[in-house]
């Protein structure tokens, strides 16, 4: 059974990421935005026979991008690992990720993306919230880099109604309760003019997904 983790301080990100390499037999190849939960889950389960490879989370703004890179690190390690999980949903790949894990006999978390997983894919797709913006801890903290510089919000505010303006309330999605983290959502709701609404998700099936996995090997 899984257990909620504290969050990690990014000296602790580093350190424990580079303690939980070369130790087993299982590799989940992650989303970069999932790192920091995926290692707390490892941690806080005792997992030492499980490894960790990460992409650039940034590839979510670029999701053809995606396919290929899950394959070439499939490829790479392959020989290497009894078992080998991939630790992203379809993330706009458009079904093109779920073949390729069927092709190459891997399994992946179920889900159209993390906002969704994290809230729990029944739970999520019974909302049907269409004007809702969602931001999760990874995206709160790379709300600027992520968003607001590349869409050139900071340079051309103009473009916020051009972006945004069928939108109506920005989600926060919190995996961890962490209060710093809760005002700079609501600043980025402030920012977009966005209603702001704060959901303690936790990992949700992302949890449960990671679960089932390693109690498969």
Same mark, same amino acid.
């Given at each position: 059974?899984?257990?909620?983790?504290?969050?990690?301080?990014?000296?602790?990100?580093?350190?424990?990421?580079?303690?939980?390499?070369?130790?087993?037999?299982?590799?989940?190849?992650?989303?970069?935005?999932?790192?920091?939960?995926?290692?707390?889950? /490892?941690?806080?389960?005792?997992?030492?026979?499980?490894?960790?490879?990460?992409?650039?989370?940034?590839?979510?703004?670029?999701?053809?991008?995606?396919?290929?890179?899950?394959?070439?690190?499939?490829?790479?390690?392959?020989?290497?690992?009894?078992?080998?999980? /991939? /630790?992203?949903?379809?993330?706009?790949?458009?079904?093109?990720?779920?073949?390729?894990?069927?092709?190459?006999?891997?399994?992946?978390?179920?889900?159209?993306?993390?906002?969704?997983?994290?809230?729990?894919n029944t739970i999520f797709e019974a909302r049907e919230e269409l004007?809702?913006?969602?931001?999760?801890?990874?995206?709160?903290?790379?709300?600027?880099?992520?968003?607001?510089?590349?869409m050139g919000l900071d340079r051309h505010p103009q473009l916020l109604?051009?972006?945004?303006?069928?939108?109506?309330?920005?989600?926060?999605?919190?995996?961890?309760?962490?209060?710093?983290?809760?005002?700079?959502?609501?600043?980025?709701?402030?920012?977009?003019?966005?209603?702001?609404?704060?959901?303690?998700?936790?990992?949700?099936?992302?949890?449960?997904?990671?679960?089932?996995?390693?109690?498969?090997?």
């Amino acid at each position: 059974m899984s257990q909620t983790p504290e969050p990690f301080t990014d000296e602790q990100l580093s350190v424990d990421g580079l303690e939980l390499r070369d130790h087993g037999r299982v590799l989940l190849i992650a989303c970069g935005a999932l790192a920091r939960e995926v290692l707390a889950q /490892i941690k806080a389960n005792g997992w030492i026979h499980v490894d960790l490879k990460c992409l650039p989370a940034i590839y979510h703004n670029e999701p053809n991008k995606i396919v290929p890179a899950v394959k070439a690190l499939i490829e790479k390690y392959q020989s290497e690992y009894a078992e080998i999980f /991939i /630790i992203y949903a379809d993330c706009g790949t458009g079904g093109r990720l779920q073949n390729l894990c069927d092709d190459m006999g891997v399994s992946m978390i179920s889900g159209p993306h993390c906002y969704s997983f994290y809230e729990g894919n029944t739970i999520f797709e019974a909302r049907e919230e269409l004007t809702c913006f969602y931001l999760t801890d990874f995206l709160v903290r790379q709300f600027d880099a992520f968003f607001w510089r590349p869409m050139g919000l900071d340079r051309h505010p103009q473009l916020l109604q051009m972006y945004f303006g069928n939108y109506t309330t920005l989600v926060y999605q919190a995996q961890t309760q962490d209060p710093l983290l809760e005002e700079k959502a609501k600043d980025c709701a402030r920012r977009m003019k966005l209603i702001y609404e704060y959901r303690f998700t936790g990992f949700g099936d992302l949890a449960v997904a990671l679960d089932a996995m390693v109690e498969q090997t």
